[in-house]
C-alpha cells in the first residue's frame, strides 16, 4: 500500500502541474491530499490512520512539514537564502538600465568581422550578462530583440542565430552568481548532513566500530563554494559554445557569414568598447573577487553588487548628460580613500590611542558619507527616471516570493514523499542496479533531463534534490563532494530552458521573434547546443578536479585555511612528506646528526631532555616511512583480489538489511493490531506469514555469501589495521620529534624580551615591599600578562600570581609577596642568564635545523600551510578517493 501512496502523490502533483495548477500550491496540496487520503484509508480498513505509513502518523508527517517551513525562515545557521533576493535585485537593476543593448551592440561590431563573429558576440555578452544579471528570460529577450534582426539581415541561419540566443541566455544558471546555485546548496546542505549519518550507520554496521574516522566523513557545502566550483565548468561551456559556432563558420560560411563593420576602428571606437566593457567586468570583478579573497560571504557580495548595480543603473539611465557620471565617480573615489586610509592605518573605533588613530578615523567617516551620499544620489535618480527603482523593488518581491513559497512547498512535499517510505524505495532502486555508483549517477542524471523537458529548474531543484542527493553522497565508493554533485546537477538543470515542449528559453525567443522563424527551426537550432551541454557535463563527471580544485585552492589559502593537522588533509600531506624524504632524506639525517653535535649544556635538564628524545624521534622517522610503505604496498597487493568479493558480500548484505526493515515494518503493524475481539486474527495471520516468508528471504540472502568472507575479511582488515596503525605511529613520532625543537627555539629566541622585562622586576619589587598594597595588585597583573606572552615563563608568572594574591588578601602579607618578588626575579635572572648564553652558542644551529624539518618532520605541527603546499594538497584532494574497503 506504501508504493500505492507514492504513485498517488506523484500522479497528483503531476496532473496539478500539467493542468497549470501554481507550483507554489501544487507541491504541499499534492502532500496534505495524500497524507490526509491514507490517513482515512488507513482508519476505515484498519481502523488505525496511521496504517499506511511506513513510519509514524499523519499528524507527525504534516507537523514535519511545518518543521521544514521553519527551518528555511528561522534557523540561524541557514542563511545561504539571504542572497537571493540581493542578487535578484542586481540582476534586475542591470537588465533595467539597458547595459544588454550596449554590450550586444559594440560585441557584434568588434567581432563582426570574423567567421561566425556575431554568433561568438552574442555568446560572449551571454556570459557578462550571466555574470552580472544572470535572469534568463530577460537576457532572452534582450539578445532576441537586438542580435537577431541583425544576424537575419547577415543572412545567418534561423536554426544557429535562434540556438545561440537561446543557449547563450541560459548561461546565467551556471555561471556564477547564479540563483540556482544557491538553491542548491541549500538543498545540498541537508542532503550532507543526512548521508554523513548514512554513512557512519553504514561505517557501524560493516565494521562494528561506533566511531567512523572524520577523514571518511562527506563535507558540506555553501553558496561560496558552489560559485567557486562552477565557475570553470560555466567557462568551458562558453568555449565550447564559441568554439563550435567558429568550427561552423569555417566549415559552411553561408550558415554563418562574416560581417564587416562599416565605421572606423579608430580611438572613438576602442572608447566604446571600454565603456561597454569595464562596467560589468568591474562588477563581475567586485562581487566574484570579493567571495574568492575572502573578503565577503556570498550574502555580503550579493549586497556589494546590489549597490553597484544601482550606482551602474544611476549612471546608465542619466547616459548622454553632462552629469551622468558623478554620482558613479563620486562613489570610486569614496571606496578608493577608504582603501588606501585602511592600508596605512587600519581603524579600530574599539581601540583608538593616537592622534592618528583619531585622523584616520574622521576620513574614514568622511569618505563613508561620501559614499552613502553616491548611493541616495543614484537611487534617487533610478527612482526619478521612469520610477525603474519601484519597479525593480516589486519585481524583486515577487521573484523571491516565488522562490520562497516553491521553496516550502517542496518541503511538505519532500517529508510526505519520506512518510509513505518513497525514500527508501529511491534508495532500493538505485542501490540494486548493476554498475555500482556511475550506474546510480547516469540514472539521476538522466532523470533530472527528463525532468527538464516539463519541469522549471526551482522544481527540479527543490523536489529531486533532497531525494536523490542523500543517496549519492553517502556512497564510499564514489566519495564525491557535495559541490561536484551541486555544478553536475545545475549543469544537467541547465539543459530545461532549452528542452522542448516546455523549454523556458524557447518560449522567450518565440515571443520576441518574427513570424519568418519557425518554431521548428528554433528546436532544430538548441539541439547542438544542448549537445555541446551534455559534452560538458560528461567532461566533469570524468574529470571532478574542474570543480573541486577552485574552491579547495581558495579555502586552503585563506586566512581561516585548516591547519595541517586536520584529518582531512592527511593522506595527501604524508604522499607529499613522503616524496620529499625519498628526494631530500640524505639532507635531513645529515641535519639530524649535526643537531646532536651542538651545546646543550646551558640549557635546563628538562627542556635539554625533550631535545634529546625529540632527535631519537627524529632519526626514527626514516624506519616509520618505510614501515608505512610496506604496509601499504601490502594492502594494495591484495586490494584487487578483495575487491570482487567485498562488493559481492555488501551487496548481499545490504540486500539482507532491506529485508530486515521491510521485516520491521511489518512487524510493527501486527502489534498495531493488538490483542482481544477487536484484533483480525485472518489479518494477523497474513502478517505473520509475510514476516516468515521475509525471514525466510533473508536467511537465503545471508546464504550466498562466500565461505572464503570470513578468513579474507579478517585477512584485509589485519593489513589495513597495521597501515593504519604505521601511519598513527609516524604521526606520533613526528610531533613529538618537533614539538620540543620548536619549543626550545622560541624558548632561547625570546632572550631579549625576557632581559628587557629585569628593570620593571626590580622596581616593582621595591614598590611591592614600600608601597601600600593596593597600588601594586593591578601592576603585578600587567607584568605577568606580559612575561606569559614569551614562551617557557611559566614559573616566573606562577610567583607573580602568588605575589599578587597575597596582596588580594583581605589582609595583605606585603612580606610574603615580598618574598614571590624576589623568587620571581632570581627566576628571571636564571632564565635570562641561561637564554642569553644559548642565543649565541645553540640557537643558530638549531634554527637551522628547525628549519630543514619544518616542511617534513614538523609539518604537521604548522599553523598554516606554505602557499606551495596548499596548492599540493588542494590537486591532491580535489579528485575523488575511493574508500570503500573501509566500510
Known sequence: MDVIFVLMLLLTMAIALGSGFPVAFALPGSAILTIGTAALAGWIVADDPSAYFAQGGPVEWLTAGVTNFRGVYWEVERDTLIAIPLFVFMGIMLQRSRIAENLLVTMAQLFGP???????????????????TGIVGATVVAMGLISLPAMM?????NALSTGTIAASGTLGQIIPPSIVLIILADQLSSATDQASNARKALYKVSTGEFSMPTEFDTVSTSAGDMFM???????????AYMIFVLVLALMRPKLAPAVHYEGKLDRQFAFKVFVSLVPPLTLIFIVLGSIITGVATVNQAGAIGAVGAMIMAGARLHEGRRDAYWPALLAIGSVFAMGVIASIAPVNVKNLRTTGDMVALVLVT????????????????TLRVENTLRSVMIDTAKTTSLVFIILLGAAMLTASFRAFGGESLVRDFLTTLPGGFWAQFVTVMAVIFFLGFFLDFIEISVVVVPIVAPIILMDPGANVTAVWLGVMIGLNIQTSFLTPPFGFALFYLRGVAPPSVKTIQMYRGVVAFICLQLIVLGIVAVNPRLVNYLPTRISLLSETAPPPLNPKLQTCLEERVIREYDRDGATIRKAI???????YSMVPQQLRSAAEGALDKAEKTFPLVAEIKTAEAAVQAQTDAYRPLHVEVRSLQQQAHRV???????QRRLDQLGYGPKADPARKQVLQARIDALEAERKAILAEVPARWEADHKAFQALQKAELNARRAYRRNVDEAYAPISELVATVAAADALAKLEGEFATLRKSVESAPPAENVDRIADLAKKVGEIK????????????????????????????????AEQLLGEEVAWRQRAKTALLPGLQAYEATIRDTIGVRLQSKLTRDQALDMASCTSAHRDISLHF
Do not use: H
Not at 539581415?153 to 541561419?157: A, E, H, P
Not at 558619507?369 to 534617487?380: E, I, M, Q
Not at 530486515?660 to 511489518?666: A, D, F, G
Open 114 to 132: 570574423l567567421p561566425g563573429g556575431l554568433g561568438i558576440s552574442v555568446i560572449f555578452v551571454g556570459a557578462l550578462l550571466a555574470a552580472t
Open 153 to 157: 539581415r547577415s543572412k545567418y541561419s
Open 229 to 239: 566550483g562552477a565557475l570553470v565548468p560555466g567557462l568551458l561551456l562558453v568555449a
Open 366 to 381: 568622511i569618505a563613508v558619507v561620501a559614499f552613502v551620499v553616491s548611493l541616495v544620489w543614484s537611487g534617487l535618480r
Open 593 to 599: 646528526e649535526t643537531a646532536r653535535g651542538l651545546d
Open 660 to 666: 530486515e526493515e521491510e521485516i520491521k515494518v511489518v
Open 792 to 823: 617557557g615563563t611559566n614559573e616566573i608568572r606562577s610567583a607573580l600570581s602568588n605575589a599578587r594574591r597575597v596582596l588580594r588578601n583581605q589582609v595583605p602579607d606585603q612580606k610574603e609577596a615580598a618574598e614571590s618578588m624576589a623568587k
